[in-house]
């Protein structure tokens, strides 16, 4: 392995160990009432606390470190003028460059009183995830990861997003390849390598899959209003298999 691609990996693995422990911060942080500027402000302080700095305000015309979204809301959200209520299900998607390396990962959860049908729905996505990551191993390809995605997700009767997609990080926020949540056959002739990083996530709904933009430029909602979910890891693969940097 070169001596660059050592640092980068080194830098990921230390930003990636930072981003975890943000990520569950702000998890137990985000309760009952509190507003979406609240936890934006929290995950600049933690952010700022461990040296780092954010990712996502690197992105031309956005300005917060987290994107945040309740409900029927997808990905992109302005963390402003909403709280949370009893009920509702919270992503939080949030990123901090280490050594000029990007980071990147998502978690949903639900807050309050839900019921069985919204837990089951999340540890669907849970699992969807984990497989798809045990597919990250040098010599697969996207395809192989989209289908250990997907399969879950479909068989429980979940809308699968095909308008976004996963993507490469790492000296850039959003890199090659794209890593969709639905299986393409042509993505089986992208293949992976040791010592790429990528942040592969999972979009889908209770209905349909879906998307449009809202009126602030930036957030997607499901067009019909259904519940959302999405969880995301930065994973770096390597000789031993997919390893998790951001858990």
Wanted: a neutral charge; glycine letters at 10%.
């Amino acid at each position: 392995m070169s001596k660059n691609l050592n640092y980068k990996i080194d830098s990921m693995r230390e930003g990636g160990k930072i981003l975890g422990i943000i990520k569950k911060q702000l998890v137990e942080f985000s309760v009952l009432g509190t507003t979406f500027e609240a936890i934006e402000a929290e995950a600049q302080k933690l952010i700022k606390k461990s040296g780092r700095t954010p990712s996502f305000s690197t992105v031309p015309g956005y300005h917060w470190a987290t994107c945040i979204m309740k409900n029927d809301e997808v990905c992109h959200g302005v963390p402003k003028n909403k709280k949370i209520n009893d009920g509702d299900v919270i992503t939080i998607d949030v990123g901090l460059i280490n050594n000029n390396y990007h980071l990147d990962t998502t978690i949903t959860f639900a807050v309050g009183n839900v019921d069985q049908k919204i837990m089951d729905f999340l540890n669907v996505g849970k699992k969807s995830l984990k497989n798809a990551i045990e597919k990250a191993r040098i010599g697969n390809s996207v395809y192989d990861i989209s289908r250990a995605m997907e399969k879950p997700l479909a068989r429980s009767g979940y809308g699968v997003v095909f308008q976004l997609t996963g993507h490469g990080v790492g000296e850039e926020l959003h890199m090659n390849p794209a890593i969709p949540c639905v299986a393409n056959k042509s993505d089986q002739n992208v293949k992976l390598h040791e010592g790429q990083t990528i942040a592969i996530e999972n979009m889908y709904t209770m209905g349909s899959p879906v998307l449009e933009e809202s009126s602030d430029g930036w957030t997607y909602k499901t067009i019909d209003g259904s519940i959302s979910g999405m969880f995301e890891e930065t994973v770096l693969i390597t000789q031993n298999g997919p390893e998790i940097l951001t858990k």
